[in-house]
Structures are given as C-alpha cells and as structure tokens.
C-alpha cells in the first residue's frame, strides 16, 4: 500500500527528468542540425525551447510510464496504480499542452545558414554549390535537378525565402529546396531504421495532439484522455510472463504498434472517409482509432491475468 501511495511522487519524478534530459538533446540536435561555420554558429539555444518542450513531453510521458513500474511490476500491474498513472498521464497531457501553446517561440538570435561556401552539398532536390555565403545571401550558385537533361544550373545570386525557409530563391526566377534542414550535419543527428521510423510515429502523435488543442478544449480532453488510457492499459502486460524485461519490451512492442496504426489512419483520414462514408465521415476516426486499440489491449490483457495467477499458485 505504501507503494502505491507513493507512486505518483515517483511518476512526476521520472517524468520531470525525462523531460529535462530529453528536451536537451533536442536542443542540441536542433541546433547542429542547423549549425554553420559561415555564421560562426550564431544561433540563440533558447529559440528552440518551446519545439523542445512540445516533442518531448509525450515521449517523456511514455518514458515516465514505463520506468516507473520497472523496478516493481507486480504491485504496479494492480489496477489502482493502472488508474492512478492514467489520471496522472491525463493531467500532465492536458496541461502540458495549454502550457506549452502559449509560449511564443523568439527569433532572437536566431540564424539559419544551410549552405556552406565552397562545398558542393546533396538534398532531396538535387546538388547545389555557392562559391560565396554572407548574411545577404549566395552569389555564384550553381545547380542540378534531376530531370531528363541532368545540367547543371548557374545563378548570380540567391537568398532564403523568409516565408518558407526551406526554399532558396535563386536570381528571383526559381528556387531550390534544402531537405534535410542542413545537408552537411544533418546525417550525424539522424536515426536511422526502426529507431528513425519509432521516432516519426511519436513526433506524429505529438503534432496531432498538438492541434487538437488549437480546436478547442473539449477535442484536447477526449485525445489526451485516449493516449492516457492507452498507456496505462499497456501495464496490464507486465506480468503476462515471468520474465520482465521481455513484458517490458512487450510494452513497447504495442506502443510502437498503437502509434504506427494510429498515424496510418490519421494520415489516411481522407482515403478512408470518401472510400467507406462517402465523403462524411460520423466521427472522429483518429479519436476512435487509439480508443479501439486501447480497448483491444484492455480486453486481452485482462483475459491473460488469470492464467498468470494459475502459474503462481
């Protein structure tokens, strides 16, 4: 009982750390994805707080869930702690978000170079050289897109389009998109494979519970009370067997799944309601998507709880 009551000091714990730790490194990674020798690395830490702040509060929130239960799974599979960690996730979900949207981001000190002068850099788009870098912009820029002829492109100067970033307007007549933000450091902070795909799926849910809140308080309530539940439900796995490290990494395994299924339909929102509901669809499908799959994982998690008490005895 003890345990119990001091579970939420200890979720709040893990959670506030969390969330410093991994909000740094966010700050770091953004920040040597935008560094530049050509602006002696001019760029204020601080403009990327609040992005840092809003992509790490959900991944903190699933790490907080996980780590807190890890040391004891049996008292923290009861379902009292279930419930105590889902109302907790609630709040922290809820709040977190109306905190985090009205903070302002500052471009004070900020400054974004993605080219370097002299060094020919590989995007998305296709090549791109500039013999020269200041804070005006690019002179001798020179090109190649992919494309039937493949020639190269030679332009007296060009700028950063200061409405789309991504876009360097050239000689005023055509642009070139820079993706990734910076092609020379970008690689360094990537993950790549599963690990890059799992950390798409969370930045995706972050975003859609992001803009939920921009709609009202009643869509940000249902959202964040779905994802809480989902992760709360998910603990009813930590005595599916007796090993713990396999039930944890269990766990994973179904917030991995529920994320990826849950961007699928979201993504595919479109798709789906002019195939199957003719253009109008009755409800809110991601809202429905993450509850059917909390629900899925409640009914079969509380099915395998009596076979775990039978191999006690």
């Known amino acids: 009982m003890n345990k119990t009551l001091l579970l939420p000091f200890k979720f709040i714990l893990i959670f506030v750390i969390s969330m410093a730790v991994l909000c740094l490194f966010i700050i770091l990674q953004r920040w040597g994805i935008n560094a530049s020798p050509d ?3 001019r760029i204020n830490l601080i403009y990327y707080l609040p992005g840092a702040l809003k992509s790490s509060l959900f991944p903190s929130l699933s790490t907080a869930v996980i780590l807190t239960v890890f040391d004891d799974p049996k008292n ?23 905190t985090i949207s009205l903070i302002q981001e500052s471009s004070a000190g900020y400054s974004y170079q993605p080219l370097q002068a002299g060094k020919l850099l590989s995007t998305e788009d296709g090549i791109i050289y500039t013999s020269s870098v200041s804070d005006n912009g690019y002179s001798g820029v020179i090109t190649r897109k992919p494309g039937p002829l493949n020639l190269f492109q030679y332009y007296q100067s060009g700028y950063i389009n200061p409405e789309n970033i991504e876009n360097i307007i050239l000689d005023n007549s055509s642009f070139f998109k820079i993706e990734p933000r910076n092609p020379e450091y970008n690689t360094v902070f990537k993950s ?13 849910v972050t975003e859609s519970i992001y803009k939920t809140e921009s709609t009202g308080n009643k ?10 539940l989902f992760l709360a439900v998910c603990l009813l796995f930590l005595n599916i067997t ?14 991995r799944m529920g994320y990826y299924i849950f961007r699928l339909f979201t993504s595919e929102l479109d798709f789906i309601t002019d195939t199957f509901f003719g253009g109008n669809i009755p409800f809110n499908l991601p809202l429905m998507t993450i509850l059917a799959i909390t629900v899925l994982i409640l009914i079969v998690g509380v099915l395998f709880r009596p076979y775990r008490k039978k191999r006690d005895n």
């Open 242 to 255: 007796i090993w713990p490290m396999f039930n944890i990494m269990l766990i994973l395994f179904i917030h």
């Open 39 to 41: 602006i002696n690395f």
């Open 219 to 228: 869509d940000l309530i249902f959202i964040s009370a779905a994802f809480s």
């Open 76 to 98: 923290s599979g009861r379902f009292l702690s279930i419930i105590i960690i889902a109302v907790l996730s609630f709040i922290i979900l809820f709040f977190g978000f109306k």
């Open 192 to 204: 790549r494979g599963l690990l890059n795909q799992y950390f798409s799926d969370i930045e995706f």
